[in-house]
T-cell receptor
């Protein structure tokens, strides 16, 4: 079945460091791919998405490229801030289905 | 601004009580979902609904039921609460459109403690 695997956390970085959170997926068809972010005490919110191969999603300085050949959708940011501290979830939306499959989440701590 | 609201942010109940968690969305979305979130386990789907009065079991439906009498409202019911149902419960909605992927919109969550 469909699945999403993302790197385990927590990830701890200093402010202005480069961030990569790895995400790979297994899916039939052509899923859409997402990164959601959950700030402390809140629900998840969409960070960025890509709907087809080679698409790049971007938002708030974060980027991820839909790589079909490596079945990956890694999240990157060139310079993290303390306010980026949160849990990040990689997810895929099944082709022709209703459900979204979420990875386990990666907690990011950014130190000043 | 799109909005999904949940009836309570925090809830404390006793074992054996019947518990209702309410979720309302104002986006006219067809699909609604209930998840529970536990440390180390990510989000697990309990139930979802793709239309009024329609429901489908998710990955962990045991001990739960749902109700969707109106399009905007989706209720999660714990028939007889148990301590292993202590968790964060998240409601989400999405539209039926297939273009652009089915983005899910989440409520703030209800943290339930069963004593």
């Amino acid at each position: 079945g469909n699945s999403v695997t993302q790197m385990e956390g927590p990830v701890t970085l200093s402010e202005e460091a480069f961030l990569t959170i790895n995400c790979t997926y297994t899916a039939t068809g052509y899923p859409s791919l997402f990164w959601y972010v959950q700030y402390p005490g809140e629900g998840l919110q969409l960070l960025l998405k890509a709907t087809k191969a080679d698409d790049k999603g971007s938002n708030k300085g974060f980027e991820a490229t839909y790589r079909k050949e490596t079945t990956s959708f890694h999240l990157e940011k060139g310079s993290v801030q303390v306010s980026d501290s949160a849990v990040y979830f990689c997810a895929l939306s099944e082709t022709g289905g209703f459900k979204t499959i979420f990875g386990a989440g990666t907690r990011l701590f950014v130190k000043a | 601004d799109v909005k999904v609201t949940q009836s309570s942010r925090y809830l404390v109940k006793r074992t054996g009580e019947k518990v209702f968690l309410e979720c309302v969305q104002d986006m006219d979305h067809e699909n609604m979902f209930w998840y529970r979130q536990d440390p180390g386990l990510g989000l697990r789907l309990i139930y979802f609904s793709y239309d009024v009065k329609m429901k489908e079991k998710g990955d962990i439906p045991e001990g739960y039921s749902v109700s969707r009498e109106k399009k905007e409202r989706f209720s999660l019911i714990l028939e007889s609460a148990s301590t292993n149902q202590t968790s964060m419960y998240l409601c989400a909605s999405s539209s039926f459109e297939s273009r652009g992927g089915k983005t899910q919109y989440f409520g703030p969550g209800t943290r339930l403690l069963v004593l």
